[in-house]
Structure formats: C-alpha cells, structure tokens
C-alpha cells in the first residue's frame, strides 16, 4: 500500500542481531525463527518479539534476557504486539483470544493477566506513556486512528487523530510534546512529525519513503526505515517548535521492511541496533516432471 514494495508467498525467518550505527554487525541474538515484532525492554536489558507458529500461524510473546541469552515464552494464546510498561515491569498486549483484537497487560514474572479494552472495532498497543498513565493506541480500521486509552478511572479512548489516509506506528518524543508516525497521506508510506496530542505544525521529516519512526532518548535524532530497507537518521532540535534536518543514510539492512511491523530497535544513545534480519523464505514448491511417458518405456 502506498507504493511501498510488497513481496508476496512465504513465510520469513529472521535472525536478530545487533549492529552499530556504521552498519558493522556486533553479534547474533538466538537462532532464526518467524519473529515479526520486536521491542526493547527500557533498561534495555530485555527484547520481546512476537514469534509466529509455522502450522497455525498464530503468535506468542517470548522475552529475551539480552546478557545470558535465555528465551522464555510468557503467552500462550494468539497474543502479540506488546509495548513495555515505563518500569519495565508489564506488558500491554493485543490478543485474538475472543476473536477480535483486545488489549491484556501482564506483569512479568506472574501468571495473572487483567483485561485492558475490548471493543467491536479492536485497538492495538502502540506505546506505554512515560508517566504510566495511559496507552497509545492504533485503530486499525477505517483509516487507522491512533487514541489514547487512560489507565486511570474510566477506559474510554479518547481519539487523537482520524482521517481517510492509513497510518501507523505511531512514537511519542521522549519529552512528550512531539509525535512521529508512518502515512500515506501522499500516496506512499512517509514518516512525519506533529505536536502531541494535538497533531498541529505537522511537517514530513522522510524525501523518499520512510516507515517505522523511532526516537533518540535525547530526543535529537529520529531513524526511520527506507522502501529500499536502508536504516535513515534525521537531526532533531525540538522545543515549542520543532527543526528538522535532511534524512541521512546510516547503513543498508537485510530488514524485509514492513511499514506496519517493528522490525527493529534502537539504544538510548542512538549508537547500536537490533535488527530482524530476513534469513530465508519458505515458499510452497511443486515438482513438475516433463516427458512423464517416457520414463514408462524404460
């Protein structure tokens, strides 16, 4: 959608691995697997990834221990696109368990789960505010509205912004007053930045294509992925108004570049990323046996 290359048939695997910012790889995370969601815990000590089931194709949400390399599975339903609580605590999850998408949190560690939203039209957890409060999330329908759901007193989300262009990924600054998010307002998946929460002076920060927006901790840099899987930065200088420099290219991934996933993350500092790296596809094949008959006669 949006002229963003699409690459049909097949299931990927992925092999995460870590990079600095002049594209050297620094080591391999796990073995490859069908991992389609990834996300760094806030001490960035833990990764958790949606990980696919090849037979039923549904997901569960695994967490990486980043020092010891230990994976352990935390759902056991048809969950995923989880965010982390500020604390590092909890997960906020979407699940298909009823049959539509409804959020869940999880504090780590336990077994108990608590109902966050359930509505007809299903949300999706985009971030986890940084004062605890409240969940940015994504309506995928109709247009792809991105809300915000109070964790405190009534859970009514209160839409941000809704229009006729799909949008999505929606990332808060890290000092609250901006937003960056993925729309195809212009015929094709661009990155552009907008006051929070009231999506004012908005301005396109991406020339060429851009999905996946993701801050610096500093707030002074926002990366984004090109169409062509090329990791970009944009120099930032925010306050009440907000410059932006020109995208720079910092390396070529083997990110198979899906404007609606989280296909990789960044360290506070803006010096190391975690890639999921497409390692191979598994197509369907056929064998076609030509001149069949003749093989008869032998």
């Not at 999706?124 to 792809?144: Q, V």
């Not at 596809?281 to 003749?294: M, P, Q, Y």
Request: glycine fraction near 10%; hydrophobic fraction near 35%; charge should be neutral.
């Amino acid at each position: 959608m949006g002229g963003w290359p699409i690459v049909s048939g097949g299931s990927a695997r992925v092999q995460l691995a870590w990079y600095n910012r002049n594209g050297k790889k620094l080591k391999s995370i796990g073995e490859p697997e069908l991992y389609e969601h990834i996300v760094l815990s806030p001490d960035e000590k833990r990764l958790a990834a949606d990980r696919i089931e090849p037979l039923t194709r549904t997901s569960s949400i695994w967490i990486f221990e980043l020092s010891s390399g230990i994976v352990s599975r935390v759902t056991f339903s048809n969950d995923g696109a989880a965010v982390w609580s500020p604390d590092g605590r909890e997960l906020a999850f979407r699940t298909f368990r009823t049959g539509k998408p409804v959020l869940y949190r999880k504090v780590l560690g336990g077994s108990d789960e608590t109902l966050l939203f359930e509505s007809d039209e299903g949300q999706y957890p985009a971030e986890w505010a940084a004062d605890g409060k409240s969940i940015l999330m994504i309506n995928p329908r109709g247009g792809k509205a991105f809300s915000q759901l109070s964790l405190t007193g009534p859970r009514r989300p209160v839409t941000l912004l809704k229009s006729d262009f799909d949008k999505d990924q929606p990332s808060v600054s890290p000092d609250g007053r901006w937003i960056a998010y993925g729309s195809v307002e212009s015929g094709r998946w661009e990155i552009y930045v907008a006051t929070f929460p009231g999506f004012s002076q908005k301005r396109r920060v991406s020339n060429a294509g851009g999905a996946q927006p993701q801050w610096r901790k500093d707030g002074k840099e926002l990366f984004y992925l090109s169409p062509d899987d090329t990791l970009m930065a944009v120099d930032i200088k925010a306050g009440s108004m907000i410059e932006t420099g020109g995208p720079q290219e910092l390396f070529q991934t083997r990110i198979q570049t899906d404007p609606g996933a989280h296909q990789y993350c960044v360290t506070h500092d803006g010096q190391r990323f975690l890639l999921a790296e497409r390692v191979d596809r598994t197509v369907d094949a056929i064998t076609v046996v030509v001149n069949w008959a003749a093989g008869l006669k032998r």
